[in-house]
């Protein structure tokens, strides 16, 4: 399926591994020219490196904490008129909510909603004004499927959620379309991370909890960050203009529910 992004320009936070790099990868076969942004400049320009090499396409590195004004003004000054936006950030790790105070909340509210809130601001007039853009939110499950030791996230991503609920249905008209994917466990560097800060809360080993993670999926396995990466690829594509304020589950079926 030829996806009608050839040429378009994508710029992808987080791009540097994981899930963010699977979409920066997805972008780039598909012929968009991709702009990847990330803090660590080595993991950084080898990343790049690499998606230019199997692609052909352009690939830039950008490096740049997009919680920050400078990061986001970096990212910005590379790619000044993205067609295509993936937001996609680190979450926090689990823990129990007694011990997070303003600080953490704030930190976590800053990665998770404020500053892709802030990407879009910066770029969703000029999608607009020519008639064609995508912006794809990588967050979470727990924003459908509120997970106990994942409060930070619940809270935080839920506020991004709901704050591109309504204004998805005011760029639509203009060619610009915003939708969420909503992750289940992927075996990725973040997924690592978390079930490293369970076995710091539980005391059990790494191993037992991210066997007993993929067993208890009704697809017996984890997901991997390609799967995640075509999703994204579809959404930004000429094929999927009818698709917007939509917040979308890839979990291998986990959510229990009908609807």
């Not at 598909?30 to 998606?51: M, Q, S, T, Y």
């Not at 920050?68 to 970096?74: I, N």
């Not at 007694?98 to 404020?114: G, P, Q, S, Y």
Request: hydrophobic share 45%; with cysteine.
């Amino acid at each position: 399926m030829n996806l009608g992004i050839s040429g378009k320009r994508a710029l992808v936070t987080g791009g540097s591994r994981g899930m963010g790099r699977a979409c920066a990868a997805a972008l780039a076969a598909e012929g968009a020219e991709v702009f990847i942004v990330a803090r660590k400049l080595p993991v950084l320009e080898n990343a790049a490196a690499e998606i230019a090499a199997a692609t052909g396409a352009k690939v830039v590195a950008v490096q740049g904490d997009i919680t920050t004004p400078e990061g986001r003004a970096a990212a910005l000054a590379a790619c000044p008129s993205p067609d295509i936006l993936i937001n996609n950030g680190d979450g926090e790790p689990p823990g129990d909510f007694r011990e997070w105070d303003r600080a953490r909340w704030i930190t976590a509210l800053d990665r998770m909603m404020l500053a892709p809130i802030e990407m879009i601001r910066l770029t969703v007039d000029g999608m607009m004004d020519r008639r064609f853009g995508r912006v794809v939110n990588i967050v979470s499950r727990s924003v459908k499927i509120p997970q106990l030791e994942l409060g930070l996230s619940n809270g935080a991503r839920s506020g991004l959620v709901g704050f591109c609920a309504g204004l998805a249905r005011q760029t639509i008209a203009k060619g610009v379309t915003i939708n969420n994917i909503l992750p289940g466990i992927v075996a990725s560097d973040a997924q690592r991370d978390h079930v490293q800060g369970l076995v710091e809360m539980t005391g059990r080993p790494f191993d037992d909890i991210w066997a007993e993670r993929s067993r208890r999926n009704p697809a017996g396995r984890y997901g991997e960050p390609d799967e995640i990466g075509a999703y994204a690829a579809f959404l930004c594509s000429g094929k999927a203009g009818f698709i917007t304020g939509q917040s979308l589950l890839i979990d291998g079926g986990e959510y229990p529910g009908t609807y």
